[in-house]
């Protein structure tokens, strides 16, 4: 079945630290990937999405690349700010069948200034 | 424009009692489906809905139903609630069902059973 793996949280890095969330993925063909980030007390918002193999995602400094050879979407951002601070999801959109999400548990992340 | 609209945004219930649960997409989006999201957790999946007819469900009881209105705004009903469905209803929306379009989802309906 379609499932997605991520790193468990929480994770508290300092402001400017590299981040790295990793996710892989198991599913059945080539899904869509998408990253979602829930501020406290908010829905989701897209944050980035890759349709195919090889597709680097970038949206706000961050940027995930779909490798299907280690069927993973690891999410990494250069210099990490206090806003960054959220639940981060990954998840996947089957190719086939209806069109919904299978998310990961989600990553709390904290950024100390 | 506006987004997904959800109503109510909190709401308390009893065990046994019954909850609606409504849903406004994002204006010229088709396909509107429900997810659950426990504390702590990801969402799960419910339902989709495109053109009014059921795409797809989820892992849930038949408790759970849904559907989708001639102006696709729609309606997640919970019957018999149990304690254990104390949960964020997240809505979503997109254009039609395809696996790389993009979902926007609402800002949810807190529901908490007592």
């Known amino acids: 079945g379609n499932s997605v793996t991520q790193m468990e949280g929480p994770v508290t890095l300092s402001e400017e630290a590299f981040l790295t969330i990793n996710c892989t993925y198991t599913?059945?063909?080539?899904?869509?990937l998408f990253w979602y980030v829930q501020y406290p007390g908010e829905g989701l918002q897209l944050l980035l999405k890759a349709t195919k193999a090889d597709d680097k995602g970038s949206n706000k400094g961050f940027e995930a690349t779909y490798r299907k050879e280690t069927t993973s979407f690891h999410l990494e951002k250069g210099s990490v700010q206090v806003s960054d601070s959220a639940v981060y999801f990954c998840?996947?959109?089957?190719?086939?069948?209806?069109?919904?999400?299978?998310f990961g548990q989600g990553t709390r992340l904290t950024i100390n200034p | 424009d506006a987004g997904v609209t959800q109503s109510p945004t909190h709401l308390i219930k009893t065990r046994g009692q019954q909850v609606t649960l409504r849903c406004s997409p994002i204006s010229g989006h088709k396909s509107v489906s429900w997810y659950q999201q426990v504390l702590g957790q990801g969402p799960q999946f419910i339902f989709q809905?495109?053109?009014?007819?059921?795409?797809g469900r989820g892992n849930f009881p038949d408790r759970f139903s849904a559907r989708q209105f001639p102006n696709y705004s729609s309606e997640l009903n919970v019957n018999a609630l149990l304690l254990g469905d104390s949960a964020l209803y997240l809505c979503?929306?997109?254009?039609?069902?395809?696996?790389?379009?993009?979902?926007?989802f609402g800002e949810g309906s807190w529901l908490t059973v007592v």
């Open positions: 979503a929306s997109s254009p039609w069902t395809a696996s790389g379009n993009t979902i926007y």
């Open positions: 599913a059945t063909g080539y899904p869509s």
């Open positions: 809905y495109y053109e009014k007819e059921e795409r």
């Open positions: 998840a996947l959109s089957p190719i086939q069948g209806a069109q919904k999400l299978v």
